[in-house]
């Protein structure tokens, strides 16, 4: 205690018993918000790792992917897209970044050829999300007289961008359904009573799903996830959809996550969605350890400069 009212009457402030009370009450409520400030920010949601440039709560990330990904009370990752929200299976943020998903709505090999009811998929172009093109759509049951059903040559298959945009009777994955076991359950060109048709398709935008299953009963996504192995097993199959992102790269977001300064987290204004970088866990933590004679000197510049509001801080006013 005496070494404590030391260092407060050498920064100028009266040790009266009264006003210690009140400065020892002040810095445990300090204390004991700056914890909430840090977890301003979930990390993850479920299995699934949530890091710039996307957010769960709001004011984190960046704004370009503001209110897109929402995270269930259990622990459930959802994408929302102007068609529905989708459950998020993955994210990948290295060098191929990218989200992939799952639509529940899409054929499976369970529904065999009982078509349900299905819903096509889309994405508002107007985010920085595009639809990969390692996805590929698998098409039953088309109407003949209005899309034009085709088989194409083997080259089409992994070279689509450089042939028409008819749909595709002869496609590989047509004849290997993925996870489908042995069972034929397509096959190309017309339907007939014991077969349904199939046939695959790329679509250049997704508008011409929605078109394509005006003419068409069902639909899957199929992906082709790479495997890091040598050709020609690069690439599985696997059904959802992959849906590519970009990471906006800002020299104040560079700036924030220096962990040499703390490691921040790079966040926005919920008002003028302008740049904001947020405390972490660790930086919070440093605080804690430097004591009681830190708590005071940080109520000295908290009370010098505008007091920090809604657990948001920026770099002007940040400490560490
Ligand atoms: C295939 O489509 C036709 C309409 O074009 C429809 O009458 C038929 O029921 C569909 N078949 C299946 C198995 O859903």
Redesign the pocket.
């Known amino acids: 205690m005496s070494s404590t009212s030391i260092s407060l009457s050498q920064i100028g402030i009266s040790s009266s018993p009264r006003s210690m009370i009140i400065l020892l009450l002040i810095t445990i409520i300090v204390y004991s918000i700056r914890p909430a400030e840090a977890s301003v920010c979930r990390t993850s949601c479920g299995k699934v790792p949530i890091s710039y440039p996307f957010g769960i709560d709001d004011g984190c990330g960046s704004p370009y992917y503001r209110h897109l990904l929402v995270c269930s009370q259990s622990g459930n990752l959802e994408l929302r897209t102007p068609s529905g929200r989708y459950p998020v299976r993955t994210i990948s943020y290295g060098s191929d970044p990218h989200i992939l998903l799952t639509d529940p709505f899409m054929w499976n090999c369970q529904d065999g050829?009982?078509?349900r009811p299905t819903r096509p998929f889309s994405l508002d172009t107007s985010t920085h999300l595009s639809l990969s093109s390692l996805n590929e759509y698998l098409f039953?049951?088309?109407?003949e007289s209005h899309v034009i059903i085709e088989p194409k040559p083997i080259f089409c298959e992994r070279n689509p961008e450089r042939c028409d945009s008819s749909c595709d009777s002869s496609a590989y994955l047509c004849r290997h359904m993925p996870d489908c076991g042995s069972t034929v359950l397509f096959r190309g060109g017309s339907?007939d009573d014991d077969f349904?048709s199939c046939c695959s398709y790329y679509p250049k935008a997704t508008e011409s799903l929605r078109l394509m299953l005006r003419?068409?009963?069902?639909y899957t996504s199929v992906y082709w996830r790479n495997t890091g192995e040598t050709q020609p097993y690069d690439q599985v199959p696997e059904y959802g959809v992959r849906v590519d992102f970009e990471t906006p790269v800002t020299t104040n977001c560079l700036r924030c996550q220096d962990m040499n300064k703390g490691g921040g987290t790079c966040g926005f204004d919920i008002h003028s969605q302008d740049f904001l970088c947020l405390w972490t866990a660790s930086a919070a933590s440093v605080a804690g350890v430097l004591g009681i004679g830190a708590g005071v000197w940080y109520l000295k510049k908290v009370r010098a400069k505008a007091p920090v509001t809604c657990g948001v801080q920026t770099n002007d006013n940040r400490l560490f």
């Open positions: 050829n009982k078509f039953f049951n088309c109407s339907s349904a003419y068409c009963t069902s």
